[in-house]
């Protein structure tokens, strides 16, 4: 079936079944704050350059808290490091996919296995949370590797003997 838009008809189909209804907007915190005016509404929502769902959890419930330098939104659990509270109005925020790596990795030796030690630095400690918040932000292909598989699956236990996941790296991050 082929469906030919009448001459001087609009090319984008209105779905909606009535006129458009002001609500405020609870998606967002922080210095990035979408609020749709009370006239215009649709308008201003469709100029917010911000996604309207987490880009980690792909959920937009709770309030989320819109990155100044990108169009990412996150909620505070889901970002990482994760953040405690939203940041005052005057305050701006970026999230860590938004921040410049260039002195972080320039400051991380290669080649060489470095000596033992008990940790990571805080460079590689940056570099290491910048790239799990990429892999997590690839949600579809990351669904597989975000959780543990249960205990109850012998089959991948059997072959997998110290088995890991997204989560157990993010908590090995945090503390």
Not at 122 to 150: D, G, K, N
Request: net charge negative.
């Amino acid at each position: 079936i082929m469906v030919i838009p009448e001459k001087g008809a609009d090319s984008v189909v209105d779905s909606s079944t009535g006129p458009p209804i002001d609500r405020p907007s609870t998606s967002t915190a922080g210095t990035s704050q979408a609020t749709p005016s009370s006239q215009g509404s649709l308008d201003s929502q469709k100029d917010d350059p911000n996604e309207d769902w987490c880009a980690v959890c792909l959920d937009g419930g709770e309030p989320v808290l819109c990155c100044d330098n990108c169009p990412k939104v996150f909620h505070l659990k889901c970002h990482i490091p994760s953040l405690s509270a939203f940041p005052g109005e005057s305050e701006t925020w970026q999230c860590l996919l938004s921040t410049s790596m260039s002195g972080v990795t320039s400051n991380i030796q290669v080649g060489d296995k470095r000596p033992h030690c008990d940790g990571l630095d805080s460079y590689e400690q940056m570099l290491m949370q910048r790239i799990l918040l990429e892999l997590y932000c690839q949600y579809e292909p990351s669904l597989h590797f975000r959780e543990v598989i249960p205990a109850d699956n012998l089959e991948y236990h059997e072959k997998i003997k110290r088995p890991m996941s997204f989560d157990m790296i993010r908590q090995k991050l945090a503390s």
